[in-house]
């Protein structure tokens, strides 16, 4: 198990050079060393060997008996089984379309060019479709179940339509509200000019001080932030720069570091390939990235600390004069986006269920590539009353699909909600957590997520986890709760 680990953590360079460093004209033969490396990992994880050896551990009455063991084997007999129902001439196909498609989406949204993408699309949502069969369909289930269940053991489309349902329930009066009846906060110096190597800087200070080992770990700059551990020892971040602008990539910056501070917390020295070495699910991973970025990124505890630290790094008169009540304020607008990635805490979520809904009836058969646009734009007029000017701020806007990445998007919305859960917890157990954050003395919060998700692995899976560390199953009241705490008062209500 630790050959194959070996083997996917040069397929995860191969995709961090390919977004930070490769040049657009090597995208062919990095296609055609996805698919045979994509080969070769799935030979050996559905050899007749590994089977064989999974089955003598189980067999193994002394090996059965050590909870480790036990853990780790009942779940490499579930990924294998899994694994195994894939054919090659797929697997080998979905890496080689799939790394294709993304720089196929990537120019297409560079020159606003949906029809260029869409036939990329439809491969790779047939793709989709034939590993969906190939896995199987759980019964009285659908397509969807069988990509989703790869992300989130258990879960169902169904289940999602119903905690969706019940989010949104809260959401959108509240949402209302506050843009009806509230007082907005002043947004205008998130304005103020700030060139990119002090953006650098700060962003690098703040990512060390939230624990981040760079002596394991990289921060670079690429169009769509994301996280790759690679292994022990490797873990990679990266940042986007977009105009300039104050703050414009330290959220982003600090999302992706909740998931490098994951993959660095997860126990891998001596387990690296199996799964206690590994992170629970999407979702759970989702949190930890959602916490760091929202729940301490977002508070006011936080920029108690960092606003002085910002005005001593940068000298700017206009910097200078910003206060913490202004930046906290500023920082928790709600305002409609078009754009996900620039949301809110509170209306994200809508982002996530328009595009659980629209990926979910593509793969059904209900919703053509071809109409996804119009689509598109009829649902964030519903739901966010935004017109939606280009399909670059549209339908274009996300790598997943080109990555045909099918069934990861609702896995942001179920982060959300168990970051709440957990922030709930933990700040129970650490009665002076905000006067930590003042502090900027982050080992409090890493800490407690250290003992309490990341030492423990695949161990559970995603809702046993959330209940034993927070005693309770998921549910979306604590999201909620936390959402109405601060934004009422932020808008004066």
Partial sequence: MRELAVLGSIHLTLTWDQEVMMPPAAAGLRSEQAAILSTVLHERRTSAHVGELIAACEADAEVMADPDAAANLRTLRRDFDRAARLPMELV????????????????????????????????????????ADAR??????????????????????????????????????????????????????????????????????VVERMGFDFDGGRLDASTHPFCVGAGPGDTRLTARYDGGLLLSALHGAMHETG??????????????????????????????????????????PFWEWALPELQRQVSNPAVARLDVDTVFRGLNEVEPSLIRVSSDEATYNLHIMLRFDLERAMLRGDLPVAELPGAWNDRMRSDLGLEVPTDREG????????????????????????????????????????????RGEFGGVLGWLRTNVHAHGRRYTAPELCERATGRPLGHEPLLRYLEGKLRPVYGL
């Fill in 259 to 300: 998931h490098g501070l994951y993959e660095q917390g997860l126990p891998k020295a001596g387990r690296f390939g199996l799964p206690l070495a590994q992170a629970a699910s999407r979702a759970i991973h989702e949190s930890q990235a959602r916490m760091w970025e929202n729940f301490v990124g977002r508070g006011r």
């Fill in 395 to 438: 339908v274009l806007q996300d790598i997943h699909w080109s990555m045909g990445a099918i069934g990861s998007f609702p896995t942001y919305t179920l982060g959300n909600l168990y970051a709440a859960q957990l922030w709930d917890a933990l700040g129970a157990e650490l009665p002076d957590l905000d006067d930590q954050l003042r």
């Fill in 136 to 205: 199987g369909v759980p019964e009285g289930g659908e397509a969807y179940d069988a990509l989703l269940e790869n992300l989130e053991p258990g879960m169902r489309a169904a289940e999602l339509d119903r905690v969706f349902g019940e989010l949104r329930t809260g959401l959108v009066p509240l949402i209302r509200e506050l843009r009806e009846n509230g007082t907005g906060p002043d947004t205008g110096w998130m304005r103020i000019p700030l060139a990119t190597e002090a953006q650098v800087a700060f962003n690098r200070g």
């Fill in 92 to 131: 080998r196909e979905t890496a080689a379309v799939s790394t294709l498609a993304m720089h196929r989406w990537r120019a297409a949204r560079e020159a606003d060019d949906f029809p260029a993408f869409a036939p990329w699309l439809e491969r790779l949502v047939r793709l989709n479709r034939d590993t």
